[in-house]
């Protein structure tokens, strides 16, 4: 067994560290080793976006990133997407436009989701559409998914 | 995954003498967005990862309105197609970068990868051929330069030795009355492989009369991506009329050498080389004449 590798990061606005062997992903030390299990496993091979998470701001499918790249560099899941006052605008509006069934894919197009709104506050439907291309969902449909997004980025804009 | 190290040198030097020393048991790690699934799934069985992405001439991406292009090896698409005077400068190029993958992918994956990875259907690449773009390999004994067409060997294979690696594309600054453009066919809007993909430049005169020099090259349509020189020689004299640009794609589509399978069948993919190629044309001359 090849030795583990001790990794210090930040996650979710804090500093961590953790233990991870080097074919270890991303997603496996998030769930396995730091108990951060709202990042899921749906394909495991980069098509279902279930896994995303930000790293250094950036939208990443969180199966497909080593957990040694981590190292230095800022994480946030969907456990760091509410505040301490409560849910964020995109998970109030998940809830209330019942955009989600079994829930499996849900994490992911909540923090595809942010990274859209962080970058364009104001999308059409067309963008939005586009950008969460990445993100699969097998029951609820996309309908209530993008109205969800679209009208978080209505709070958004009345704040 | 199976059991494996995980080393980020942080010099090019390092990084070969990492892959010299343990040849074709060690991959380079840049996006991961191939190569960690070909590991997971045992399709390539290795030891090692070397990731390069701490190598600073990897990562450098400077556009130059004199110099041109230099895009760093592990760059990944997100920054080709963000940065504004690149987009302005190289939107051919822009059409493959921000097609490959969905967001996520476009996070990671780097045009290094697109083309070391050896897949014939990789949308990067026929547009850095019809550019003219030129590989910067370096290597335990050395550095050599190789241009993009002649990269790629066959499926999953490129003219990379032992110890060696990709650390550039280069390409020339953009000339006048010059354009570009990649396209290519999918059944859904994103998110799939290429049925056949298109990549085309052209540049005019002075007076954007004549067509002074033209190239075309296609993805997955031959065991690696596909300059067809003679297409482009074709147009070059004249004044990239319909006629012209007709037999320029039937010399692409008589060039193509695709397989069937379930995306296509060969005859589907000829088909599709020649619509590609003229509608790829059109938006080329487009650009280069505004
Ligand atoms: C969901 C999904 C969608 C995709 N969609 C597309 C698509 O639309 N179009 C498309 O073309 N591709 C697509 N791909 C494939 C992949 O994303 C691209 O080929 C990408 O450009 C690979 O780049 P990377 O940096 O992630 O490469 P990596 O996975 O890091 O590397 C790829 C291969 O190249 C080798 N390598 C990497 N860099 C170097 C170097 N500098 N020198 C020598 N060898 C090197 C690696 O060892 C590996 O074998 C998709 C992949 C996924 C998972
Ligand atoms: S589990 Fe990572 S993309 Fe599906
Ligand atoms: S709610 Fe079940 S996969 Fe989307």
Redesign the pocket.
Known sequence: MTKKLHIICSINGQSAEFLCEPRNSLLEALRDELKLTGAKEGCN???CGACNVLLDGRLVNSC?VMAAEVEGKSVTTIEGISSKNGLHPIQQCFLEGAALQCGICTPGFIVAAKALLDKNPHPTEHEARHFLA?NLCRCTGYDKIIRAVLEAAECGAKK | MKDITYAAPKTIADAAALLNDKGDRA???????????QVREGR?DIDALVD?KHITE?NELTCDPTKGLVIG??VPCCLIYENKAIAKAYPGLIDAVS????IQ?QS???????L??G?P????IPVLIAMEAVCDIAGSKGTRSVPVEQFCTAPGKTV?QRGE???RFRIQAPKKQSGAAYLRFIPRNE????VVGAGVSIQFDAAKSKCTAARIALAAVAPTPLLVAEAGAALVGTSLDDASIAKAAALAQAAAKPISDMRGDADYRRHLVGVLVKRALAIAIERAKS
């Open positions: 091979n980069g098509n497909l990445g | 991959r380079i790690l840049a996006g991961g967005t191939d190569i960690i699934v390539r390069i990897v090896a592990a097609l490959i993958g969905g992918i990671r994956a780097s045009l290094g990868g697109n070391c990875n897949s259907a990789a949308d990067g990379l690696f990709l650390i998110m799939d492989i290429a």
